[in-house]
């Protein structure tokens, strides 16, 4: 549904490049002019907007479709039927036009340009110290509208929980039921694990010089949440895309079936 997207990441990685440059040259220790996370964020109307679209949409689709299959409509109210199952097809059009373009132009781009910086702090101390009160403000700053979270918190339960918290008891046992399984949220889920784990092998030793507790504790106790999460991210990959199983290493091996240029 997507057009051109690999055109979305072109150049992404000499874009920022540029920009850090830009940000190393002009940066002044006062960092009194610059534009503070909070005031960053804003609500993704459009978005939001495209959403509430989609929505009714879906609603007045389901009302069409029960008229439909209705039994003694008379003349007139089966055309105003179909009038009204032609508007819908072309709102559709509309919303898929719209989703398209919010998804090239600001939330491919925005991930790309993230995933950059991030790389590029990690690979260069110099861009790390430039950014890194930025990109703290960035992931911790408190949700306003959920109380009690972060920014970051929200990303990753979005991403890896296909319900909220606290919600679950509530969900009805067919709408549970076909939520129990696993698709990409397992995959990303092993990815965050293994990051996890990666990054306490390098902080245990330091909190723990000298003692063999990390080793026979700690990385044997986050061994099984591993194996865990490779498990349920292994039927995650044979019930999508074949061509994804992972390698030896718990990674998608093969050709993905889209691939960013950056």
């Excluded at 398209?100 to 939330?107: A, P, R, S």
């Excluded at 790390?128 to 920014?151: A, Y």
């Excluded at 990753?156 to 319900?163: R, W």
Aim: hydrophobic content about 35%.
């Amino acid at each position: 549904m997507l057009h051109s997207k690999s055109s979305t990441y072109e150049s992404v990685g000499l874009r920022v490049g540029l920009r850090l440059y830009s940000y190393v040259e002009t940066t002044t220790n006062t960092r009194k002019s610059e534009t503070r996370a909070e005031g960053s964020y804003v609500r993704p109307t459009r978005l939001l907007n495209l959403i509430d679209r989609f929505l009714q949409y879906k609603k007045d689709s389901d009302e069409v479709s029960k008229k439909i299959n209705a039994e003694g409509m008379t003349k007139k109210q089966s055309q105003d039927v179909e009038e009204r199952k032609n508007k819908l097809l072309h709102e559709k059009d509309n919303i898929d036009a719209e989703k398209t373009k919010i998804l090239n132009g600001t939330i491919f781009p925005a991930m790309a340009s993230l995933t950059v910086l991030l790389e590029q702090m990690r690979e260069h101390p110099n861009i790390r110290e430039v950014f890194e009160d930025d990109v703290k403000e960035l992931f911790l700053l408190v949700s306003s509208n959920k109380p009690g979270s972060t920014i970051f918190q929200r990303f990753v339960e979005a991403c890896v929980c296909k319900m909220e918290r606290g919600k679950q008891h509530k969900v009805p046992a067919a709408a549970a039921a076909l939520a129990l399984p696993p698709d990409f949220r397992a995959i990303l889920g092993e990815y965050m694990q293994r990051a996890v784990f990666e990054m306490m092998k390098e902080m245990v030793p330091l909190k723990f010089e000298g003692s063999h507790f990390p080793e026979d504790v700690i990385i044997n106790d986050m061994g099984r949440s591993i194996a865990w999460s490779k498990f349920f991210a292994a039927e995650a990959y044979r019930n999508l895309e074949p061509n994804l199983k992972p390698d030896k290493n718990g990674m998608p091996r093969g050709k993905h079936s889209r691939q960013a240029s950056f």
